[in-house]
T-cell receptor, first 112, second 117 residues
Framework: GENVEQHPSTLSVQEGDSAVIKCTYS??????FPWYKQELGKRPQLIID?????GEKKDQRIAVTLNKTAKHFSLHITETQPEDSAVYFC???????????FGKGTMLLVSP | DGGITQSPKYLFRKEGQNVTLSCEQN?????MYWYRQDPGQGLRLIYY???????QKGDIAEGYSVSREKKESFPLTVTSAQKNPTAFYLC????????????????FGEGSRLTVL
């Protein structure tokens, strides 16, 4: 089955810096890669996703890149703000299954 | 107010007791899921269902059971056979997309925290 590795497990940055979280996946058939943000005590929410027919997607300060050959994808957050502090989960899914396999999460702390 | 509702938010159970967590959605989603969240372990899939009266095991189904008698409801029972039941449980729902991309956005409930005493 699919295995998703996520790094780093914790990340501390200063406000205004950029943050990058990386994930690798094992199943070459996977074609959908979402990112979820979970603030403390709240439910996970989708912040951005990418499908295998594109290599990059941006939405304001966040972007995701996908390298299908290397089977890895990354989340980039620019100009970080304290409200970006949360746990971020990457996930992968292939078209033969209707489920997501999640990485173990990255706790991002943005200090003012 | 559309969404997905889990109850109870907190639950305490004695060892050897079964407990059922409720999950209801009014989003008209076909698919529903149960995940378990432990610190440092991410979200692990317990069971999922794509249609009424049908469900499939996820990665960690042992010691759990589910039912899907109605489209809106997907309760999870944590049985006494589950060795480490203390955890945070998240229910989610999604549409089922056609074509080559099966998975839609997951909408999560607020979670139920189960503690076994």
């Amino acid at each position: 089955g699919e295995n998703v590795e996520q790094h780093p497990s914790t990340l501390s940055v200063q406000e205004g810096d950029s943050a990058v979280i990386k994930c690798t996946y094992s199943d070459s058939a996977s074609n959908y890669f979402p990112w979820y943000k979970q603030e403390l005590g709240k439910r996970p929410q989708l912040i951005i996703d990418i499908r295998s027919n594109v290599g990059e997607k941006k939405d304001q300060r966040i972007a995701v890149t996908l390298n299908k050959t290397a089977k890895h994808f990354s989340l980039h957050i620019t100009e970080t703000q304290p409200e970006d502090s949360a746990v971020y989960f990457c996930a992968a899914s292939n078209p033969l299954k209707s489920t997501l396999t999640f990485g173990k999460g990255t706790m991002l702390l943005v200090s003012p | 107010d559309g969404g997905i509702t889990q109850s109870p938010k907190y639950l305490f159970r004695k060892e050897g007791q079964n407990v059922t967590l409720s999950c209801e959605q009014n989003l008209n989603h076909d698919a529903m899921y149960w995940y378990r969240q432990d610190p440092g372990q991410g979200l692990r899939l317990i069971y999922y269902s794509q249609i009424v009266n049908d469900f499939q095991k996820g990665d960690i189904a042992e010691g759990y059971s589910v039912s899907r008698e109605k489209k809106e409801s997907f309760p999870l029972t944590v049985t006494s056979a589950q060795k480490n039941p203390t955890a945070f449980y998240l229910c989610a729902s999604s549409i089922i997309q056609g074509g080559s991309f099966n998975t839609g956005e997951l909408f999560f409930g607020e979670g139920s925290r189960l503690t076994v005493l």
